[in-house]
T-cell receptor, first 111, second 116 residues
Framework: GENVEQHPSTLSVQEGDSAVIKCTYS??????FPWYKQELGKRPQLIID?????GEKKDQRIAVTLNKTAKHFSLHITETQPEDSAVYFC??????????FGQGTELSVKP | DADVTQTPRNRITKTGKRIMLECSQT?????MYWYRQDPGLGLRLIYY???????NKGEISDGYSVSRQAQAKFSLSLESAIPNQTALYFC???????????????FGPGTRLTVL
């Protein structure tokens, strides 16, 4: 079936440390993998995305890696700051162009 | 993102009532989506539409129906609301791009629905 698994469900780090969130997807034909950040009471907003024709993408402190063979992709946040505290969602595209989302990771960055 | 709006923002209703949630966008996108968010379950796709004449069921369409009145408007209806439909509902839009890739989805502010 069409499925995206996300781990961990909660993650607590000290300010300045790195955070890694991992996702796996079920369909080898998936070709688009966005990551969204949702702050408390707000809408999800795209922070970075990657397409299947590249293996890694970086934007300042945020990077995403994709392993198509293993069907998994990861979000890496370096030098975490308290304002990085939020819920993060991964997603993968499936047949017809729809997105299926992971269950979310609640990241807490402690000062 | 003010380009995607949802009404109402909050709604409390009773079991058995018919409810309509509305979504409008000024982004000029062809594609529109309805999601439901529950704690610990992420965002689950209810219905999606790639143009006015194209409506597709998502992961959890039972108990819901939709109408794409125009390119810019996509409504979600609960014909007979039940308590387990209490959730946060998001509308989203995306553009159509070449190459068979899916494009970025932009979310509305959400509608918090409570069914008593």
């Amino acid at each position: 079936g069409e499925n995206v698994e996300q781990h961990p469900s909660t993650l607590s780090v000290q300010e300045g440390d790195s955070a890694v969130i991992k996702c796996t997807y079920s369909d080898s034909a998936s070709n688009y993998f966005p990551w969204y950040k949702q702050e408390l009471g707000k809408r999800p907003q795209l922070i970075i995305d990657i397409r299947s024709n590249v293996g890694e993408k970086k934007d300042q402190r945020i990077a995403v890696t994709l392993n198509k063979t293993a069907k998994h992709f990861s979000l890496h946040i370096t030098e975490t700051q308290p304002e990085d505290s939020a819920v993060y969602f991964c997603a993968a595209s499936f047949q017809g162009g729809k997105l299926i989302f992971g269950q979310g990771t609640e990241l807490s960055v402690k000062p | 993102d003010a380009d995607v709006t949802q009404t109402p923002r909050n709604r409390i209703t009773k079991t058995g009532k018919r409810i309509m949630l509305e979504c409008s966008q000024t982004k000029g996108h062809d594609r529109m989506y309805w999601y439901r968010q529950d704690p610990g379950l992420g965002l689950r796709l209810i219905y999606y539409s790639f143009d006015v004449k194209d409506i597709n069921k998502g992961e959890i369409s039972d108990g819901y129906s939709v109408s794409r009145q125009a390119q810019a408007k996509f409504s979600l209806s609960l014909e007979s609301a039940i308590p387990n439909q209490t959730a946060l509902y998001f509308c989203a839009t995306s553009d159509r791009i070449a190459g068979g890739f899916t494009d970025t989805q932009y979310f509305g502010p959400g509608t918090r629905l409570t069914v008593l």
